[in-house]
């Protein structure tokens, strides 16, 4: 059943992006994909012409991944008036600056000039939901975290983070994002970072380590994810991955004290290490004058035509199995 048809949940056919930068314009080429009506409000005009550069630049991906009937960048609306486009829209997504304190007086604002019906979800990247609905008088329940990404209209995951108090909120948004093609993850209960990101800070960390240690260049440690795990990764998660790490599953058990008993013999960054201010400027560094040395515009056509290629090529063996698995039946 699709969202707009969900006894309760709002008709969905615009919605607005509250701030226009990396985050936001990548959730308007996502949303715009998907074939909705979207305003874009940023309170710096010049963020118009990035936003179009964005669009244009994101077209030939939302085109291989398949266009819904009607979409274009024409519907894209871009304005610095706040009242304008909030006007009529039936979702927020608000991508503001990564400031605790500017999200809760944005996100207060926002409440203040929205139906009770509209959901407003936050792109927080790790803030928890409880605080940022705190300075909302109206209706903070129908605020919840909605984190993204990037870019979004390339990564399908979603991670909604509403807490207790935005249960109904949640489930609206849930079922709008999947209606749009997101993959959508709700957290039990809320933490800080939500679940992807406090993943990718412990791989981090574990680089981190291995280049204090002198293990190798840092060029080297990315193969090593990307032509390892990260493959494996973009099939399945790690829990599964491992059950698959002994022909016999009765021996899972046994398989997993194996895996504790690894990283008691130092697989992993010691508890004690922590990178400091010093480490991390160094890590700054080689990136820069390595893995990016020739700036970014390869390393988005590399990630844009590999991401791409990888979310097709997997929903065609998703497609093909249920296929086999029908015939079967």
Known sequence: ?????????????????????????????????????????????????Y????????MPALTELGMAPGATPSRVFFTTDFEEALAGTDFIQESGPENID?????????????????????SSSGFLSSKLRSGATKHPERILVGHPFN??????????????????AADHASAFYRSTGCEVVELDREIHGYIGNRIQYAVLREVLYLMSQGVADLESIDRAIAAGPAIRWAVMGLSSILFLGKSDPSLWGKF??????????????PASFQPDQALLQKYAEQVAKGIGVNGQAELIALRNA????????????????????????
């Not at 500017?102 to 509209?118: G, N």
Request: net charge neutral.
């Open 1 to 49: 059943m699709s969202q707009s048809n969900r006894p309760g949940v709002r008709n969905i056919a615009k919605v607005t992006c509250v701030g226009g930068g990396v985050i936001g314009a990548g959730w308007a080429a996502h949303f715009m994909r998907a074939g909705l009506d979207v305003a874009v409000y940023d309170q710096a005009a010049e963020r118009e012409s």
């Open 51 to 58: 936003l179009r550069e964005s669009l244009a630049n994101a």
């Open 102 to 122: 500017t999200k809760i007086s944005l996100l207060s604002k926002i409440d203040a000039h929205t139906p009770p019906d509209v959901v407003i979800a936050s």
């Open 151 to 168: 870019p979004p209209y390339l990564i399908p995951l979603v991670e909604i983070a509403g807490g207790d108090a935005a249960r109904r």
């Open 256 to 269: 997993v004290e194996s895996l504790g008993r690894e990283m008691d013999r130092g697989y992993i960054a």
């Open 306 to 329: 590999g991401v791409v290629g990888i979310r097709s090529e997997l929903q065609r063996v998703r497609t093909r199995l249920a296929g086999s698995e029908h015939e079967l039946g």
